[in-house]
Every structure is written in C-alpha cells, then in structure tokens.
C-alpha cells in the first residue's frame, strides 16, 4: 500500500538574477509533465496554504524560509520563496547562509513539493498520476526528478547596491558534525548521561 502522507514531486531551478537582502526567488514548484519517476501532479488539482516552509532537502527540522503559491494554472503553480537572513552567528546562520550560497552558485537546482495525494491512479507506464493533493512544504533539493519546474528569478540587493553576475559563487559552509566523545569498546556517550 502507498504511504499517501509524504510524496514529493520535484523542478529545476534557473538563477537569473540575486539580490542579497532580499533572498527571494521565484519559478515553478511544479508542472503537469511526468518526473523522472513518471509520475504526475496535476497543478489544478492542488490544495496550498498561504504561506508555507521552504525547507533544505526535505529536512523538516532544517526549515530555511517560506514559500508563496500563485494561482495554480494547467501549466503549473508559480511559486515566490524568502529564504530568512540572520546576522547572529550560529548554526542556524550558517544553514540559512549555505542554502542562499548554494541557490546562487547553482549548486542546488531544484525544488521540491512535499504533499500528501488526496485523489491519484496508476498509468500503464507504471507511474502515478495525482489529481488531487494537498501540498505542506517546498524543498531546495540537489536532484530533482521534475525538469520542467524551474526557478526563474533570484532576487536580491546587496548592501552597496551593485548587482553580481550569477555565476560568481560564495565558499559554502562546511556543517561538519561536533566530535562526539567515544568511550570504550566505540560507544558513544550521549548528553545527559
């Protein structure tokens, strides 16, 4: 049986422009063509919130900022995306820095729907074709199935007001893990204990 609670279907993104303040982004978080998988979202059939989280990789305990739907269309639903901007240091910083860095540099090139399928069938090429969902996140995501959704903007200014070309991208943060303490035989000790 087909967990119907957490699917995802994906898009590319296409970096156009940035604008460091801002942090905006905007393009398509899906289109009615068959993914990678041969599956397909039928945009018309999609149910959003107003705003929803814009998450890294579908982690949802690594939320990065929130997600705009316009009006779904046969040809897709717009999305508009504010990735959040901190200036105290920290782990969260350094996320929120690592996603912007990596949309910019064109190292992470698509998007995402999570969404739970409220109405779908299977098509005789073995794929799924979902007509009704109800959409809860959007994802910045490294491989995406879904080529035809794509950002189309990247919208930012940067303090001085100068516009950078696309194609200059900024070192990524290395996330490596805290060293934890091993006690004997590999054990790890955990907090608290």
């Known amino acids: 049986m087909m967990d119907t609670n ?10 156009k422009a940035y604008d460091d303040d801002k942090r905006e982004i905007t393009g398509w ?11 397909i979202v039928e945009p018309m059939g999609a149910k959003f919130a107003n705003e ?14 929130t997600v705009r739907f316009g009006k779904a269309t046969k040809k897709g639903i717009p999305f508009t995306a504010q990735l959040a901007k901190l200036e105290s240091e920290g782990v969260l910083k350094d996320l929120l820095d690592m996603a912007w860095q990596s949309v910019v540099a064109k190292l992470v090139r ?4 999570g969404f739970r399928a409220l109405e779908y069938s299977f ?3 073995g794929g799924i074709r979902f007509t009704e969902v109800e959409i809860y996140e959007l994802s910045l995501v490294t491989i995406p199935a879904n080529a035809s959704a794509t950002i189309q903007t990247i919208k930012a200014m940067d303090t001085a007001g100068r516009k950078r070309a696309p194609s200059l991208g900024v ?5 490596a893990p805290e060293p934890k ?4 035989g590999g054990a790890v000790k955990l907090l608290g204990s």
């Open 6 to 15: 957490n699917i995802r279907a994906y898009s590319v993104l296409e970096v």
């Open 171 to 175: 070192p990524l943060v290395n996330l």
């Open 29 to 39: 978080a899906t289109t009615p063509e068959p993914d990678r998988m041969g599956d």
């Open 181 to 184: 303490e091993r006690l004997a």
């Open 110 to 113: 698509g998007v995402s729907i």
């Open 52 to 65: 929803l989280p814009l998450l890294w990789q579908h982690r949802h305990d690594s939320p990065v900022g």
């Open 123 to 125: 098509m005789e090429n």
